[in-house]
Nanobody, 122 residues
Framework: QVQLVESGGGLVQPGGSLRLSCIVT????????MGWFRQAPGKERDFVAA????????TYANFVKARFTISKDNAKNAMYLQMNSLTPDDTSVYYC???????????????WGQGTQVTVSS
C-alpha cells in the first residue's frame, strides 16, 4: 500500500523560509509523478507545484513566482518543496500527492498525504 508522509511545516515569520518533505512508502518513489497542493481554511485546494517521475520536468502555479522550488530524490523516495519569501497568504495545509503523470489538477493524483500545516505570521 502506497503511503505519503509530509513533514517540515511550522510557524515562520513573513519573509522566512521552510522546506517541506514528502516520503513515499510502499512503492518506489520514482514510479510516480508528484505534486504539492495547499488548502487554506474555507478555501478550495490549490495546485502549488509538480514534478515528473524522473524529476526532469517541473511546473508551478503562477502565485509561486519563483519563490518555491520542487525537487525529487528517487533514491530516497522523497520529494521536497523549498519555500522562500513566505507571506501570510501562503498560510495553508500543504499536501503532497503522487500519480501516474505530471498534472495540475487534484483528480490527476492517486495518492495523498495527510498534510502539514504552514503558518506565516509575525
Amino acid at each position: 500500500q502506497v503511503q505519503l508522509v509530509e513533514s517540515g511545516g511550522g510557524l515562520v515569520q513573513p519573509g522566512g523560509s521552510l522546506r517541506l518533505s514528502c516520503i513515499v512508502t510502499g512503492q518506489t518513489g520514482g514510479t510516480y509523478a508528484m505534486g504539492w497542493f495547499r488548502q487554506a481554511p474555507g478555501k478550495e485546494r490549490d495546485f502549488v507545484a509538480a514534478i515528473s517521475q524522473t524529476g526532469y520536468s517541473t511546473t508551478y502555479a503562477n502565485f509561486v513566482k519563483a519563490r518555491f522550488t520542487i525537487s525529487k530524490d528517487n533514491a530516497k523516495n522523497a520529494m521536497y518543496l523549498q519555500m522562500n519569501s513566505l507571506t501570510p497568504d501562503d498560510t495553508s495545509v500543504y499536501y503532497c500527492a503522487a500519480g501516474q503523470r505530471l498534472g495540475v489538477e487534484d483528480y490527476e493524483y492517486d495518492y495523498w498525504g495527510q498534510g502539514t500545516q504552514v503558518t506565516v505570521s509575525s
